[in-house]
Every structure is written in C-alpha cells, then in structure tokens.
C-alpha cells in the first residue's frame, strides 16, 4: 500500500487501489475480519475515494499490532 510520510499530523492516508476494493469495502472489511478500523477516504470528499485515513495516536504496541492485522488483511486478498 503506497503512503506519503505524514508531516505535522498523526493520520495516514494509505492507497487501497491496489486491493481491489473501494475505500467503504476496505474499511468495512478491515473491520470485520481483523478489527482494525480506518475511516473511507471519501468520507472527505470525492477526492478521497482509494485511499483510507489511518490515525496513529496510539501506543507502539498498538499500531505494530494494527500494522500486522492490515498486512494479513491485504495478504488474504490475493
């Protein structure tokens, strides 16, 4: 999943395009399958729609766990 570097902000906003699915489908199913959430990119507007907005306000632990769940997740869509 491609992502700029985030300056100044603690969000994220990976690309899902390569995954086959929307943004909703992403995070809809990101959610389901391995509780990890993310918010549609286009809930930002049309612009957003591909990418989902990620927030990385949390402990260490938390995110290299969230980060292990989404590379499982994308992993199982191949």
Known sequence: MKCHLPVGSF???????GT???????AVQLLEQQRVAVVPGNAFGPGGEGYVRASFCSTM???EKAV???GKFVRGLR
Do not use: Q
Not at 11 to 17: D, E, L, N
């Open 68 to 70: 292990e769940r989404i």
């Open 20 to 26: 086959g699915l929307n943004a909703r489908e992403f």
């Open 61 to 63: 632990p938390d995110i």
């Open 11 to 17: 969000y994220s906003f990976p690309s899902v395009a």
